[in-house]
């Protein structure tokens, strides 16, 4: 699968706020990059919000989807909040299809997700 690599890029908003974008394509020879950024990451995400947005995210594997959980139970271990913003209609429609909404909170977009009570259930 050619195209762009995946990478990962931090931004604190706020002392209970960590944003990572996560860009390109997510799939088997990029996700072990991603985890590995994100395990660098994780220390500072303990109790916050946690909002991964995909706006720039053109494909997400199987691979990409297990991160996604995976990285979810990570964040709620260390008692934060984890959510995905602004999934492009290729990967929303996958995450439906897969019926992760009962699993993964989303929203449309970066700033619903910033605005959203993370206790709460995500309208989408």
Excluded at 1 to 26: F, T, Y
Excluded at 57 to 68: A, C, L, M, N
């Amino acid at each position: 699968m050619a195209g762009l690599p995946a990478q990962m890029d931090m931004e604190k908003r706020s002392s209970n706020c960590v944003i990572l974008h996560i860009k390109g394509r997510l799939y088997m020879a990029t996700v072990p990059e991603v985890e590995s950024r994100f395990q660098t990451l994780l220390p500072i995400c303990s109790r916050k919000k946690v909002v991964l947005n995909l706006s720039e995210t053109i494909y997400v594997s199987s691979d990409g989807w297990r991160f996604f959980l995976n990285a979810s139970h990570q964040v709620s271990d260390r008692g934060g909040h984890f959510l995905l913003a602004g999934m492009k209609e290729e990967v929303l429609d996958a995450f439906e299809i897969l019926e992760f909404s009962g699993i993964l909170r989303h929203f449309p977009s970066l700033s619903d997700a910033l605005k959203a009570n993370p206790s709460l259930p995500s309208r989408s």
